[in-house]
């Protein structure tokens, strides 16, 4: 069954120390840090879930270390040190086998006084295809794990989304249709009424006949100078009555003044 690994660092919180370990670090080691002991049983305890681990740390070659694991409580495993011509980094420590994917806890104890033990990670392995048949352990929150927990989406409600977005699509349609209907219906009544209008010649005036004959223009010219000429007959009179008097008053007054021009006759006493 094919697996992803996981490194969980010395520094990391799931690995919990007991008193004697001191922090070191060098570049040739994981992220530069170790965890350090020459303490006779100091330990270090780590709870995973996986289907097994290792531990890897720094073989010395002025002291090689002396240690113990124990795995879910089991026997220990021991692990003795090779003398090295030179530091080794990253080597192997401890193996575990394979394990069911559960919840697991081992413990590493440092045996020998003077012993020194250099921890640098622990690799744990996670199968990619979880068994369906047996139920998933509670994980610590360090430890990733993918598990897909959506729900399947309810068969009703899609449908039901499904139905609703049909017939909103099909009221659209059809709102767009009487739209277009609407708009020809106008335009075709539109044009029938402006071919039922239709332009009508200016009625010609009546033509004369026997019965009503028509006037002609000099009579209608004589009765209105008739009528001009009847409206100012008072005014004519009243000019020339004016003017005869004037003339009469004239004819008056120079008589009088040839008169007036003659020698009174003499009378002789």
């Avoid at 003795?80 to 697991?104: I, K």
Wanted: proline share 9%.
């Amino acid at each position: 069954m094919s697996s992803r690994s996981v490194i969980i660092d010395n520094a990391d919180a799931q690995i919990q120390y007991s008193p004697g370990w001191r922090a070191n670090g060098s570049p040739n080691e994981y992220k530069r840090t170790t965890s350090n002991t020459e303490t006779r049983g100091a330990s270090f305890t780590f709870k995973f879930v996986g289907s097994s681990v290792a531990v890897y740390g720094t073989l010395d070659s002025a002291t090689l270390p002396n240690t113990t694991y124990v795995l879910d409580g089991g026997n220990p495993f021991p692990f003795f040190g090779q003398p090295q011509p030179q530091v080794q980094y990253q080597q192997v420590f401890y193996t575990s086998p394979a394990l069911p994917y559960a919840e697991h806890t081992l413990v590493g104890s440092c045996v020998d006084e003077g012993g020194r033990v250099v921890l640098d990670y622990l690799l744990i392995e996670i199968p990619l295809e979880l068994p369906t048949s047996t139920s998933l352990p509670t994980p610590t929150s360090a430890v990733p794990v993918t598990v897909d927990s959506k729900p399947a989406p309810p068969t009703a409600a899609i449908v039901g989304g499904v139905l609703g977005g049909l017939l909103l699509l099909m009221t659209i349609l059809a709102s767009y249709l009487w739209y277009r209907q609407s708009r020809g219906t106008i335009a075709k009544t539109s044009s029938a009424e402006a071919d039922d209008v239709q332009i009508q010649p200016l009625a010609a005036p009546p033509m004369a006949s026997a019965s009503y004959p028509m006037a002609s223009t000099s009579y209608l010219t004589h009765a209105v100078e008739s009528s001009y000429q009847d409206s100012e007959a008072p005014l004519r009179s009243d000019i020339m009555s004016t003017t005869e008097r004037q003339k009469s008053s004239h004819h008056v007054s120079l008589q009088w003044n040839q008169s007036s021009s003659q020698q009174p006759p003499s009378y002789s006493m």
